[in-house]
């Protein structure tokens, strides 16, 4: 028999309201989705009659005792009953003899199936079925269609949705860059200013310290020359003589060891600001990472614990600037990442951070299984690749061979590797697939931008043709490893 339950429910395709609706992750259930059917007994005239009640209708569900047997569109439809005697021959028999003929492979989603993705596989079907519904699977037993005019509809407005999002971001980000390069600019003309004063206070200081001293020695020989006088016995006792000598030092002592930080830190500054660099330049890594360390001093000094554990690093040809501004969103996200965690009982927030140089049959194993879960598509296949290119190629005898052209082959194939971990709540997942993503934060609205990560790796990847690893598990932490090629 007819589902006149299906018959009796009116068919409106979605408006375009509804349509501008829909989201980058929209599914095919969010489509209007046809649930007409009917039994292979049933009669040929009883899909004329539904199909043309509802005119929007793209096709039926054919069911055999109740379970899906395939799918007659209303195009097969019209065009089986339009030959001759086909009227005849169909309507009047059972809408198995129609399916005998109009039978073709149906296209079969899951109802959680992304639209851009059903609409591409459906256009790879070849021309004769390329305007067929598509069936869509809500339930192991529950079957509806899909009008492929909508379907292609709804994959053109989330296109047009997805570039407009594009533009909007890559407008945000052009904005943030340069608002980063006028902030590096300014700390570079900033850290200028205050080296000159603070270059004059440190050179003077040493003067200082010889002409106190100076003066210190003439007083005691006025005092042995003078002999005892009650009124600079009295006046001594005023100003604290023997107090004032031992402070003398201690202040100068003080002043001096300020003016030193205060230089290491115009450094810092002027070293991080580096950010327009258009030349590699060689440069001493645990000073960049110090550098950085010493900008955060403020905020790490209460209650985190910095643990430095540093290799024997040779010079390296980089961008100190941009290397810098790696290490300073690392470790600033380990500390928030830590932030969370400070107040419980007996818990130490820690950030370690390890150098060494490696070889490169080393470093291409490095945190391989993290190439393999966190290194997606042909960006993975292409580093695996060069992993197994270079244990290929790398030298049979290295404990033995000491020809030069094995040191040299050595020294072309050595690794840089940094290493920052901390011991917080560690990464899900699902986050780590995203981790690296521009725009992508799990920080509230106004705390983060989202690009902090993506600029990493950017750095990392293509501006030192290095690689940026991840590796951590919820509950005991997180550790960024970066590896860059010595030559």
């Given amino acids: 028999m007819l589902n006149t339950s299906c018959v009796e429910r009116p068919i409106q395709a979605m408006s375009e309201t509804e349509l501008k609706e829909l989201c980058l992750d929209s599914t095919l259930q ?10 292979a007994t049933d009669l040929g005239m009883q899909i004329s009659q539904m199909l043309e009640a509802n005119p929007l209708l793209p096709g039926v569900i ?11 569109s209303r195009r097969r439809f019209l065009e089986f009953i339009s030959r001759p005697f086909g009227r005849e021959l169909f309507l009047k028999r059972p809408v198995r003899a129609l399916y005998r003929f109009a039978e073709i492979e149906n296209l079969i989603f899951p109802s959680n199936t992304l639209i851009v993705d059903a609409a591409r596989k459906s256009l790879q079907r070849s021309k ?28 053109s407005n989330i296109h047009e949705l997805a570039t407009k999002l594009l533009r909007q971001q890559t407008q945000s980000q052009l904005i943030q860059t340069e608002k980063l390069a006028s902030l590096g600019q300014m700390v570079a003309g900033v850290a200028h200013e205050i080296r000159n004063p603070v270059t ?19 007083l005691c020989a006025y005092e042995e020359i003078v002999g005892p006088s009650p009124k600079i016995d009295k006046l001594k006792a005023d100003i604290e003589f023997d107090f004032l000598q031992e402070d003398w030092e201690e202040i100068l002592k003080s002043m001096k060891v300020s003016s030193q930080r205060l230089t290491e830190l115009v450094t810092s500054l002027h070293t991080f600001s580096h ?13 960049c990472i110090d550098s950085t360390l010493l900008i955060l001093k403020n905020r790490l000094k209460y209650g985190f614990k910095v643990v430095k554990k540093y290799g024997d690093l040779p010079l390296v040809k980089c961008y100190s600037g941009q290397l810098s501004q790696v290490f300073m969103n690392i ?20 950030i370690t951070i390890e150098t060494e140089l490696i070889d490169s049959s080393d470093g291409d194993c490095v945190n391989s299984e993290l190439l393999q879960n966190y290194v997606l598509g042909e960006r993975k296949d292409a580093i695996l690749r060069e992993a197994q290119l270079s244990r290929r190629e790398s030298p049979a005898g290295l404990n033995g061979d000491s020809s030069p052209d094995t040191a040299e082959k050595n020294q072309n ?34 705390k983060g931008t989202g690009l902090g990560l993506a600029i990493t790796h950017q750095i990392v990847t293509e501006k030192h043709k290095g690689k940026l690893n991840l590796h951590s598990t919820p509950g005991t932490g997180t550790e960024f490893e970066i590896l860059l090629p010595l030559i």
């Avoid at 950010?275 to 000073?287: G, I, Q, V």
């Avoid at 990442?337 to 820690?350: D, M, T």
């Avoid at 899900?428 to 995203?434: A, G, N, T």
Wanted: hydrophobic share 40%.
């Fill in 62 to 72: 054919l069911t055999d005792r109740g379970e899906f047997a395939g799918m007659i």
């Fill in 275 to 287: 950010m327009d660099e258009t030349h590699l330049k060689e440069a001493n890594l645990h000073e």
């Fill in 200 to 218: 004059c206070i440190t050179g003077n200081l040493g003067f200082l310290s010889n002409y106190s001293q100076d003066i210190m020695d003439l």
């Fill in 331 to 350: 470790v600033s996200n380990a500390m928030d990442a830590l932030e969370e965690f400070k107040g419980e009982k007996g818990f130490v927030p820690a």
């Fill in 128 to 155: 004769e079925l390329l305007y067929e519904p598509i069936v869509v699977q809500l339930s192991p037993v529950s079957y509806s269609l899909v009008d492929v005019h909508e379907l292609l509809v709804a994959q």
């Fill in 413 to 446: 194939n050595a690794w840089i590797a940094i290493r920052i971990a901390d011991n917080g709540p560690g990464i899900s997942p699902e986050i780590q697939r995203r981790i690296f993503d521009t725009f992508f934060t799990t920080k509230p609205a106004g």
């Fill in 30 to 39: 969010e489509l209007s989705l046809y649930d007409f059917k009917v039994e």
